[in-house]
Every structure is written in structure tokens, then in C-alpha cells.
């Protein structure tokens, strides 16, 4: 494997100013059923598109690293290709009754829609799936359908290559759009789109974190208004972190990066609510996971290795295997020293002094927050699943929120038995490898709280 340096800067003092482009001109559980039917030029500049077509915002590139191989073992037998495909329900669940939720309430999708590149380049990970279902007009076209039918107001996707393919559905159902593509060679990136009707624009702005030592991802930060009430306000992030499930420090801080640059934009439109996207590339019981709820962590408890999770999330363990295959080199990893060098110190933490990394935004998790059945939801309330491949089975995709916002209710995903009998993703009636995550929020009534939502982590910066 081709070695992975980190530039030896430090992102911690450098987060510039916010670069601006203004856009151009219920009670008790109730569940409601959503089907999925079958039928149903290299650049790296920052794309915004709305009614008056595509505008571009150069950034910066460089030459980027080769993709980072994937080797988990899948233990399983190969699905038959003529085995029937199951149904694909989903249903909505409804939060408990919360008095300080608003009538103004909107909806956001996180869906890592699997590049198109990507699906060919490691196409190890999808042998149990039929080639026809692998094209892309035909992922596409369920990608699509799959959206507009559940009709959110904004949505963060990752791993985009095709992006005017999916702008020329979207806008004809009156989305607006942006884009960032990774830096270096890679051709994919984050897209965000939004009702032009219900939201406008205030702000967006691109995070190029190879410009501070972090690799090629980006993500996104966008300010919107409602513009039938222009008092609410919402900070939407949108994040496709680093996969590497080895460079856990790298993902660290990437994340703290982005939590802080939203609290500027946040602050700087009144200490609006946030609301955090993406595919993070982290388990539910990772430390990385907790680092995000908690807002702290000492990384000094932890190997590097280890702090995302995904080393320990094997098929095995999710389907109750017998016998578990035993990787050596994982048996050997755990014998050498969890040591820290300043460098990994540094690009974690943003300091080679500082062991505790920590983050601006008191979050909770959409789907945590929202009680689920068992056969779809871990212990700590996340989703048992959110992707599926011959070489990974398990939660990575999350929506975090801060005070002034109240989760209504949340798309459940589905269960492990029907996930299973796809034989893996995407499969007939679905067009990914990740199931979209989508949750409703409300604004609280009472605005004011969300003023001290920063206030805790705050402290813990300063003090430290």
C-alpha cells in the first residue's frame, strides 16, 4: 500500500475567512410506509447552479494519492442471481410529541450515492451484484425517483462524478444545486441541492482540506433562509471523510475542521442552528463517534488505527458466523505500540502539545434521538446498517444537529434479514451501495436557546 503523508502544518491556526457567493435571484408513533419499485472535463473548481444555469469558483488542486484498498473478507456465499429480490419498505417514524417544536420544519437527506468511477474501479466489492444493475443511467434513474418521491427540502450527497446528469433531474423538480469536486485526480465530490421555492441562499463556501494538511476531501457549508419566514435560519454541512479506516487522525481532523468553520458561518448569521451531513467513514461505537456527541476526546487512550472503528466491523460479527476469520496482519497490528508521533498529533488536534481534541458544536444524532425498532437499530439508537457491500456491512452515514433544532422524525432504514437477502447493494431497487439517511427537523419555538449552543465547547477550547 503506497504510503499516506500528512503536511507537517498545523490546520488549527489557519481556518481563513468565510468566503461568500450569493445565489443569484404530530402526536404519538405513527408510521408511513415508502416503496422502492424497479420501475420507478476534469477540473477542481466549486460549481453553483440555479435558475440562471452553472456559475464556477476556482480553488486550488493537487496531485492526489491512489485510493486507499479496502480488505475486509466477506465470509458469506455468493447470493444466486436468480434468487427473487425483496421488497424494499421503508417507514417513517415520529419523534415523541416535543412542546417546543415549531410548525416551520424541513427535511435533509444524507445519501452517498456511489460514484460512478468508483463503482467500476473497485468492483471487487460488488461481485453478488447483477452488472446490469451497476450502470449508471440505470442508478440514476433509481437514485433520482428515489428522492423526488420522498421529497426533502435539502440534500447532501457524496461521492458525486455526474453531477450535471443529476442537476438536469433535480432542477426540472425544483431543486437548486452546488457542487465541490475533490482535489487532485479524483473526479468525485459533495452536491448539495435545495427547494429554490421554500429556501434561499445566503452563503456557500468549500472546504479544500488538502490545503491544511488533510488529505483530498472537501465538504460543504451552506446558509439558508425560508423565505416564508425569513427568521429561521439553518447552517447545513455536508462531508465525505477520508475512508482510510488507518488514519484515524486524519478523519479526526477533518472533522474538527469543519465543526469549526460552521461556527463561524453560524456566528456570523446570528448563531444559527447547524445541521451536519455526510458519509463520516466511522462505526456507531467508534471513539471518533463520541468524540462527535460528547465534543471532546483524549486521544492518547487510543491507536490511531482504531479510532474510526471500521477495523473491528466485520460481516461476521453482524451476522453471527461461527467461525471468524482471523486476519494476521490485524493480530499483529495489535502487538505493535499505540504511540503518537507530533506530527499525527498535530494533524488530529491541530497542536503537537495538545493530546484532547475537541470540537465547537454540541451535536446529537437525528437518528439516535428518534426511537427505532431492534431490527434496525443498534444499542446506542443508530441505524444497524447504512451500507452494504461484499467487503462491509454496517452504519458510517449520519445527520447531526445542534440546539434550535428538534428532529420530528426519521426514515428508518431497513432491516438486517432484508438487507441480507439483497445479497448486497445496489440491487434491483436501489441505486446505491448506502441507504439515504432523511430526517425531518422543526425549529424551536423557543429561538433564543440556540444562542448557547457553542457556549460548553467553547470553554473547553479556550481552556485548553
Same mark, same amino acid.
Given at each position: 500500500?503506497?504510503?499516506?503523508?500528512?503536511?507537517?502544518?498545523?490546520?488549527?491556526?489557519?481556518?481563513?475567512?468565510?468566503?461568500?457567493?450569493?445565489?443569484?435571484?404530530?402526536?404519538?408513533?405513527?408510521?408511513?410506509?415508502?416503496?422502492?419499485?424497479?420501475?420507478?472535463?476534469?477540473?477542481?473548481?466549486?460549481?453553483?447552479?440555479?435558475?440562471?444555469?452553472?456559475?464556477?469558483?476556482?480553488?486550488?488542486?493537487?496531485?492526489?494519492?491512489?485510493?486507499?484498498?479496502?480488505?475486509?473478507?466477506?465470509?458469506?456465499?455468493?447470493?444466486?442471481?436468480?434468487?427473487?429480490?425483496?421488497?424494499?419498505?421503508?417507514?417513517?417514524?415520529?419523534?415523541?410529541?416535543?412542546?417546543?417544536?415549531?410548525?416551520?420544519?424541513?427535511?435533509?437527506?444524507?445519501?452517498?450515492?456511489?460514484?460512478?468511477?468508483?463503482?467500476?474501479?473497485?468492483?471487487?466489492?460488488?461481485?453478488?451484484?447483477?452488472?446490469?444493475?451497476?450502470?449508471?443511467?440505470?442508478?440514476?434513474?433509481?437514485?433520482?425517483?428515489?428522492?423526488?418521491?420522498?421529497?426533502?427540502?435539502?440534500?447532501?450527497?457524496?461521492?458525486?462524478?455526474?453531477?450535471?446528469?443529476?442537476?438536469?433531474?433535480?432542477?426540472?423538480?425544483?431543486?437548486?444545486?452546488?457542487?465541490?469536486?475533490?482535489?487532485?485526480?479524483?473526479?468525485?465530490?459533495?452536491?448539495?441541492?435545495?427547494?429554490?421555492?421554500?429556501?434561499?441562499?445566503?452563503?456557500?463556501?468549500?472546504?479544500?482540506?488538502?490545503?491544511?494538511?488533510?488529505?483530498?476531501?472537501?465538504?460543504?457549508?451552506?446558509?439558508?433562509?425560508?423565505?416564508?419566514?425569513?427568521?429561521?435560519?439553518?447552517?447545513?454541512?455536508?462531508?465525505?471523510?477520508?475512508?482510510?479506516?488507518?488514519?484515524?487522525?486524519?478523519?479526526?481532523?477533518?472533522?474538527?475542521?469543519?465543526?469549526?468553520?460552521?461556527?463561524?458561518?453560524?456566528?456570523?448569521?446570528?448563531?444559527?442552528?447547524?445541521?451536519?451531513?455526510?458519509?463520516?467513514?466511522? =462505526?456507531?461505537?467508534?471513539?471518533?463517534?463520541?468524540?462527535?456527541?460528547?465534543?471532546?476526546?483524549?486521544?492518547?487512550?487510543?491507536?490511531?488505527?482504531?479510532?474510526?472503528?471500521?477495523?473491528?466491523?466485520?460481516?461476521?460479527?453482524?451476522?453471527?458466523?461461527?467461525?471468524?476469520?482471523?486476519?494476521?496482519?490485524?493480530?499483529?497490528?495489535?502487538?505493535?505500540?499505540?504511540?503518537?508521533?507530533?506530527?499525527?498529533?498535530?494533524?488530529?488536534?491541530?497542536?503537537?502539545?495538545?493530546?484532547?481534541?475537541?470540537?465547537?458544536?454540541?451535536?446529537?444524532?437525528?437518528?439516535?434521538?428518534?426511537?427505532?425498532?431492534?431490527?434496525?437499530?443498534?444499542?446506542?439508537?443508530?441505524?444497524?446498517?447504512?451500507?452494504?457491500?461484499?467487503?462491509?456491512?454496517? =452504519?458510517?452515514?449520519?445527520?447531526?444537529?445542534?440546539?434550535?433544532?428538534?428532529?420530528?422524525?426519521?426514515?428508518?432504514?431497513?432491516?438486517?434479514?432484508?438487507?441480507?437477502?439483497?445479497?448486497?447493494?445496489?440491487?434491483?431497487?436501489?441505486?446505491?451501495?448506502?441507504?439515504?439517511?432523511?430526517?425531518?427537523?422543526?425549529?424551536?419555538?423557543?429561538?433564543?436557546?440556540?444562542?448557547?449552543?457553542?457556549?460548553?465547547?467553547?470553554?473547553?477550547?479556550?481552556?485548553?
Amino acid at each position: 500500500m503506497r504510503s499516506e503523508a500528512t503536511s507537517s502544518s498545523s490546520w488549527f491556526g489557519r481556518i481563513p475567512p468565510t468566503a461568500t457567493s450569493a445565489p443569484s435571484g404530530g402526536s404519538g408513533k405513527c408510521r408511513h410506509f415508502i416503496f422502492f419499485s424497479s420501475s420507478c472535463c476534469k477540473t477542481t473548481n466549486t460549481i453553483s447552479c440555479g435558475s440562471n444555469g452553472p456559475t464556477t469558483h476556482s480553488s486550488s488542486s493537487s496531485p492526489s494519492t491512489r485510493s486507499y484498498s479496502r480488505r475486509w473478507y466477506n465470509p458469506l456465499r455468493r447470493k444466486p442471481f436468480d434468487e427473487p429480490s425483496p421488497d424494499v419498505f421503508r417507514h417513517w417514524i415520529d419523534a415523541d410529541p416535543n412542546p417546543i417544536s415549531s410548525q416551520e420544519r424541513f427535511s435533509v437527506v444524507s445519501y452517498n450515492i456511489l460514484g460512478d468511477k468508483n463503482a467500476f474501479k473497485h468492483r471487487d466489492l460488488y461481485q453478488n451484484v447483477r452488472y446490469e444493475y451497476m450502470k449508471w443511467n440505470r442508478r440514476k434513474r433509481l437514485i433520482c425517483q428515489e428522492l423526488i418521491g420522498l421529497n426533502p427540502d435539502i440534500i447532501c450527497m457524496q461521492e458525486v462524478d455526474r453531477y450535471f446528469d443529476i442537476l438536469n433531474v433535480m432542477e426540472k423538480a425544483g431543486y437548486a444545486g452546488c457542487y465541490k469536486r475533490r482535489t487532485g485526480d479524483n473526479v468525485d465530490g459533495c452536491a448539495m441541492f435545495w427547494k429554490a421555492d421554500k429556501f434561499r441562499l445566503l452563503e456557500q463556501t468549500s472546504i479544500e482540506f488538502k490545503e491544511f494538511g488533510l488529505r483530498e476531501n472537501v465538504a460543504q457549508l451552506s446558509a439558508f433562509e425560508m423565505r416564508n419566514t425569513k427568521s429561521r435560519r439553518v447552517l447545513v454541512g455536508n462531508i465525505h471523510v477520508l475512508y482510510n479506516p488507518n488514519r484515524g487522525e486524519v478523519k479526526l481532523g477533518q472533522i474538527c475542521f469543519l465543526s469549526s468553520r460552521a461556527r463561524i458561518v453560524a456566528e456570523k448569521w446570528g448563531n444559527i442552528p447547524v445541521v451536519l451531513a455526510g458519509d463520516f467513514n466511522i =462505526t456507531p461505537q467508534s471513539a471518533i463517534y463520541k468524540f462527535l456527541s460528547s465534543s471532546e476526546l483524549n486521544i492518547k487512550s487510543y491507536d490511531r488505527r482504531d479510532l474510526s472503528g471500521q477495523r473491528s466491523c466485520h460481516l461476521v460479527q453482524v451476522f453471527e458466523v461461527k467461525k471468524e476469520i482471523i486476519n494476521p496482519f490485524a493480530v499483529m497490528d495489535r502487538l505493535l505500540p499505540n504511540g503518537w508521533t507530533d506530527e499525527e498529533v498535530k494533524v488530529a488536534t491541530g497542536n503537537a502539545q495538545c493530546y484532547l481534541a475537541v470540537h465547537p458544536l454540541k451535536l446529537n444524532s437525528s437518528y439516535a434521538s428518534v426511537k427505532g425498532s431492534p431490527r434496525t437499530r443498534g444499542i446506542n439508537g443508530e441505524p444497524l446498517a447504512t451500507s452494504y457491500h461484499s467487503k462491509f456491512f454496517g =452504519t458510517v452515514d449520519y445527520l447531526w444537529y445542534t440546539k434550535g433544532l428538534v428532529p420530528t422524525r426519521v426514515l428508518d432504514t431497513l432491516p438486517v434479514d432484508i438487507l441480507r437477502r439483497t445479497g448486497g447493494l445496489p440491487c434491483k431497487k436501489l441505486g446505491s451501495d448506502h441507504l439515504a439517511l432523511v430526517s425531518e427537523f422543526a425549529f424551536a419555538e423557543a429561538i433564543n436557546e440556540c444562542n448557547d449552543y457553542m457556549s460548553t465547547s467553547s470553554e473547553k477550547i479556550a481552556m485548553h
